[in-house]
């Protein structure tokens, strides 16, 4: 079993939709959660982090976590084509090397 | 602010030469951190410093990676005697240390293609 999993697409949505993103992880020890955007060719770029059970809400995004289901997800509200890139989550455990463990990512297609 | 600085933002070499990779994190960042990342593949961790702490290096595929980092700041990853495999894109990250939830931030990389 992949420590983190994410479907790995593509998600198409409608311009205008709610994109639902899905990340999966097995160390419940896991303490600290990021989604990251990466454009084809570019490097990732931090959308939103999330360290608390429940919603974590900035602007069009809102990211939700569910400690006990191992699970953490990141919805896209009014999406638009500009989002289209493959999202990334990333997991960071109770260890002390500070690594993320990184997910194969989603990739995302809004269609205009 | 500067972001990560990468260079060179592309290498091509051939086979069973070495490499240096090069990256300057943000300025007052303690960690750093290395990554791979293959096409239309996730990113694999490869090693991490932080302060004058030793390295963790758990993520270093072979003994042919090694990675530096002088003065606390840039760092240098070597590959000797590149494989044809080592075709990656190698990105660097760095985060401040005060919060061990900060947030890394990434360059944009440096991608590596061994004929």
């Known amino acids: 079993q992949k420590e983190v999993e994410q479907n790995s697409g593509p998600l198409s949505v409608p311009e205008g939709a709610i994109a639902s993103l899905n990340c999966t992880y097995s160390d419940r020890g896991s303490q600290s959660f990021f989604w990251y955007r990466q454009y084809s060719g570019k490097s990732p770029e931090l959308i939103m982090f999330?360290?608390?059970?429940g919603d974590k809400e900035d602007g069009r995004f809102t990211a939700q976590l569910n400690k006990a289901s191992q699970y953490v997800s990141l919805l896209i509200r009014d999406s638009q084509p500009s989002d289209s890139a493959t999202y990334l989550c990333?997991?960071?455990?109770?260890?002390?090397?500070?690594?993320?463990?990184f997910g194969s990512g989603t990739r995302l297609l809004v269609r205009p | 602010g500067a972001g990560v600085s990468q260079s060179p933002s592309n290498k091509v070499t051939e086979k069973g030469k070495d490499v240096e990779l090069r990256c300057d994190p943000i300025s007052g960042h303690t960690a750093l951190y290395w990554y791979r990342q293959s096409l239309g593949q996730g990113l694999e961790f490869l090693i991490y410093f932080q302060g004058n702490s030793a390295p963790d290096k758990s993520g270093l595929p072979s003994d042919r990676f090694s990675a530096e980092r002088t003065g606390g700041s840039v760092s240098t990853l070597t590959i000797q005697r590149t494989q044809q495999e080592d075709s990656a894109v190698y990105l660097c990250?760095?985060?401040?240390?005060?919060?061990?939830?900060?947030?890394?931030?990434f360059g944009d990389g440096t991608r590596l293609s061994i004929l």
């Open positions: 999330i360290y608390s059970n």
């Open positions: 990250a760095s985060s401040a240390r005060r919060d061990r939830n900060q947030p890394q931030h």
């Open positions: 990333a997991v960071k455990g109770m260890d002390s090397s500070y690594k993320l463990i």
